[in-house]
């Protein structure tokens, strides 16, 4: 009889219905059955109300993985403070938990799949508001050539200003709010090394 798959349930916060839209069609492709997502769609790209949804989860054993855009931070202190306490809040759930960001936002990680790291919008000649409303932005991007590894060739590692990919203590470079980059291109790694390393964590 074959062993029982251990589940990794994560909860994903998000600030909006492409990342769910994307990441659940993501998830089925490239993790294995192990993993199962819940998405919680905050409608808000506001690091006051993810700091707020955080405080539910202090002390417990949930994975919370976090999925917000830079572009608030920018030229926003009080987001920017929000931001530091946020990435320093997290940790207080487990050690498991991860924060993605992406500047300026979630298009910039999308147009990333494409070989010259072309603007999604362009490329598919349908306006932002079209992408937002795509249940199936996944299959679109892939139908047109798109590529999760072109993300890790056209989004570098140097660039990201939240960096975590094991259970030690993450980095936070607020000098690199400004620089292209997604935090995603790092989340199939990082989901790997949960999965391998369950039991050492």
Excluded at 52 to 81: C, H, P, S, W
Aim: hydrophobic fraction near 30%; glycine fraction near 2%; charge should be positive.
């Amino acid at each position: 009889m074959s062993k029982k798959l251990k589940k990794i349930k994560i909860t994903v916060l998000l600030e909006g219905q492409t990342e769910k839209f994307y990441l659940e069609k993501f998830k089925n492709t490239y993790l294995s059955d192990e993993f199962v997502f819940e998405f919680i769609n905050l409608r808000t790209g506001n690091y006051s109300e993810f700091l707020k949804k955080l405080e539910e989860y202090k002390g417990m054993e949930n994975i919370v993985f976090v999925v917000v855009d830079l572009d608030k931070a920018e030229n926003n202190q009080t987001e920017k403070d929000n931001l530091k306490k946020m990435c320093k809040n997290i940790t207080y759930i487990n050690n498991k938990c991860n924060i993605f960001l992406t500047y300026k936002n979630f298009e910039t990680f999308l147009s990333a799949h494409f070989e010259n790291c072309n603007d999604i919008c362009k490329l598919l000649k349908i306006d932002k508001k079209d992408i937002k409303n795509n249940e199936n932005i996944y299959d679109t991007i892939i139908r047109n050539g798109g590529k999760y590894k072109n993300t890790l060739k056209n989004l570098s590692k140097e660039n990201l200003c939240y960096h975590k990919i094991d259970s030690k203590n993450p980095t936070l470079d607020i000098d690199k709010i400004q620089f292209k980059q997604s935090g995603l291109i790092l989340l199939q790694e990082y989901c790997q090394y949960l999965k391998s390393n369950w039991n050492k964590i």
